[in-house]
């Protein structure tokens, strides 16, 4: 049988879940006690499980926990036809950006509640993705380290928009290990949703899975690249979704899909494995989708006819298949949300588009039909 909560534990809750970023010293000015009081009672608090972690998250607000990539996106656009050897002109551009952090922004423009598990250092580079995030997220989970460099990502881009060579220091990342997630061990396991992406090391990402099945909770695992395939778990069995790619998929069965059959025949590859939920995209082809109760179904592409920036397309077709999941939609249902969401971020410059809302994507579908 719980414990009862005092008048004054009553109060405290009440105030923390009108601002969940309170101070101590403000509750204890608030209600006229010292703050040695207050840190006492939240303490009491969070032993019975009514508060979860640093952040004062009370049990009742269940959030999906993003785990992975935080980094600099920055894209430096030749003017002209590039030159190897020699200075070229340019112009840059820089945002936010990182497969979880682009998933958890959009998951909160939808009106989830988010906390993103990162790793950062004590530099510019994370006040940027700071100040571009805490309006969505949940930052108090990143952990930060002042004698690593913050993720980045830099890519530089002839004049036709292709790519000439892309830099990637995702380092920071392998301080997510299993021994910081156990830090967030209470928040982890009352979460609605856990989404893990591939930036962090196989053993951290076979921990979530193996932390998932013993709490029963829901694990997504994302993909960041065909080489990163190689840190999935090596069981996959009790995985809720996997979110994937044609390339990706390729990689990991070592197969080429040529047609829809093998198309299809990945989809069946994966869900033999234990996967619950699987979602192969393919570009302009659609996806294919499927589980074991439903089906296997390829839903055709959303066409978008102007494209103005290809980055974070995927983490929002992620995103939305995620939070229509969690809506309780069906599978087709779901994988055209995915490809609506994905669709209106390409023809967006931002990473994550700014329009997002829960009521927005709804009329976006509706349009749709």
Known sequence: ??????????????????????????????????????????????????????????SESQRVICIGGANIDRKFHIKEKAQLGTSNPIYATQNAGGVARNIAENLGRLG?????????????DWSVIEDASNLYM???TVT??????????????????????????MEVYDA?????????????????????????PKETIQFLCHFAKNHNLPIVLV??????????????DGVTWLITNRDESETYFHTEIKNEDDWKDAVEKWLALGISNVIITNGKAGSMIGNREEGIFLVPPIVTKEI?????????????????????????????TGSMNASKTLQSPYTVRQDLSAEQLQKDM???S
């Open 1 to 58: 049988m719980p414990e009862r909560m005092t008048e004054k534990e009553l109060l405290i809750l009440d105030l923390i879940r009108k601002n969940p970023y309170v101070s101590q010293q403000e509750l204890a000015e608030i209600l006229g006690l010292s703050r040695p009081s207050i840190a006492n009672i939240i303490s009491g608090l969070t032993r019975k499980g009514n508060i979860l972690g640093r952040a004062y998250i009370l």
């Open 112 to 124: 989830m509640e988010v906390s993103l598990i990162s790793a950062c250092g004590v530099d510019k």
């Open 138 to 140: 949940n930052l108090e």
């Open 144 to 169: 930060h380290f002042p004698e690593k460099s913050t993720g980045s990502y830099t890519a530089v881009l002839d004049s036709d928009g292709e790519l000439v060579i892309a830099l990637a220091d």
């Open 176 to 200: 997510i290990t299993p021994e910081l997630l156990l830090r967030h061990d209470v928040l982890l396991s009352s979460a609605k949703c856990i989404m893990v992406d591939l930036n962090c």
């Open 223 to 236: 993909p960041v690249s065909s080489p990163k395939m190689a840190r999935l778990p090596d069981a996959l």
């Open 308 to 336: 103005v920036d290809v980055t974070g397309a995927g983490d929002a077709f992620s995103s939305a298949v995620i939070f229509s999941w969690l809506e309780g939609k069906s599978l087709i249902e779901i994988a055209k």
């Open 366 to 368: 509706e349009e749709l």
